[in-house]
């Protein structure tokens, strides 16, 4: 399978999801994150999180089916491309000494990445200014998750993953708290606990504050990577979809953050979503990816995800039905960030080093190709 092949199989599976046979896990019903999908790896040995949908919902995206082959490790799509299932790792089946199960905890993202949102709740929900497409709290709410997860029990579920040689990175993603800290002080505190133990890279995730010794202290306490997700170009769309966001942070503030956070973490390992699919303008979309590229800020643009239970749980985003113009729109990603030599696999640890929720490795890869 060629790269443009490759980039077209990833952008298919993100975009159309799958349908599955009846019985079949879908994934994890809420969190930070695009959730509702299972984790394969495609030819080119990256992993995909491809949506699992049912009924009138994958009518409505072309959803295509995945179906097991005799080796119950293959799967196939669409009768021509193989996929090899990510088998659930063992440390799901161990518990911390107070009796928290480790898959309450920390999750395998991909096939190496080990997540979780260290503080389950937003206060962005309390006032019904919460981003649509966030599911944060559903997890919790389930009984899949805890509220808030201590340096101890991170660090324990860490090291168990390491031990059983399932995880190259760790990747710490919060709600907003109600301080103005965005969550810092609670990654800086999981941050020193992990590297207590390990030297793994670790990535964090965090909504910009205006006290930029925050991200001077994450990298003191050994973090490798962060993000800081603007997740829209487009303005007119970010007032709409991230209504507390907007408010809270404005596009200075996240370029001044990112400015911050490039002084002490590598080009490529200071990362920002930027979502696909919301009716945001393409080339506004476009001018951010250049410009946070320019800067050595990898930009993830990432398809929307409609979740159940998230505000835009009926909504249907506009590359439905348009997959040469979201190729096209990815080929010019790819070249953006080959041109910038934003090698997403090369970075240290984010969402984009994992892979599954993006085709911009894809797309990278393709822009190499050709160059």
Request: a neutral charge.
């Amino acid at each position: 399978m060629n790269a443009e092949d490759l980039l077209r199989l990833k952008v298919r599976l993100l975009t159309e999801g799958v349908i599955l046979p009846e019985g079949e896990s879908t994934g994890r019903r809420g969190g930070a994150g695009p959730v509702g999908s299972r984790y394969f790896t495609l030819p080119n040995g990256c992993p995909c999180g491809i949506p699992v949908r049912q009924g009138r919902f994958a009518e409505r995206f072309g959803s295509r089916p995945l179906v097991p082959t005799k080796n119950p490790a293959i799967w196939l799509h669409d009768g021509a491309a193989h996929l090899k299932a990510v088998q659930r790792p063992k440390f799901y089946d161990l518990s911390t000494a107070d009796g928290i199960p480790y898959q309450k905890l920390a999750l395998l993202h991909g096939n190496g990445t080990l997540a979780t949102t260290v503080y389950q709740s937003c206060r962005y929900w309390n006032k019904g200014e919460q981003c649509k497409f966030c599911t944060i709290p559903l997890s919790h709410s389930a009984g899949d998750t805890v509220l808030e997860k201590t340096p101890d029990q991170i660090a324990e579920v860490v090291d168990a993953a390491e031990r059983e040689g399932v995880i190259t990175s760790v990747l710490l993603t919060t709600g907003t708290p109600s301080g103005s800290d965005m969550g810092c002080e609670r990654l800086i505190g999981i941050v020193k606990r992990i590297h207590e133990l390990s030297t793994i890279p670790v990535g964090v995730q965090f909504e910009p504050s205006v006290d930029e010794t925050l991200i001077l202290r994450l990298a003191d306490a050994g973090a490798k990577a962060v993000g800081i997700h603007i997740e829209s170009a487009d303005e007119s769309i970010r007032e709409k979809i991230c209504p507390g966001k907007f408010k809270q942070g404005s596009p200075e503030l996240y370029r001044k953050s990112w400015e911050c956070a490039l002084s002490q973490f590598a080009r490529g390992n200071v990362s920002t979503f930027i979502l696909h699919g919301l009716g945001e303008d393409i080339e506004t979309t476009l001018g951010l990816v250049r410009e946070t590229s320019e800067m050595g800020v990898m930009p993830v643009v990432t398809p929307v995800r409609p979740a159940p239970g998230s505000q835009l749980a009926d909504f249907t985003p506009d590359y439905v039905g348009n997959l040469e113009e979201t190729m096209a729109f990815y080929m010019r990603v790819g070249e953006i960030l080959q041109r910038h030599h934003l090698n997403p696999k090369k970075t240290a640890a984010g969402c984009h080093r994992c892979g599954g929720c993006t085709p911009i490795q894809e797309a990278f890869d393709w822009a190499q190709k050709r160059h």
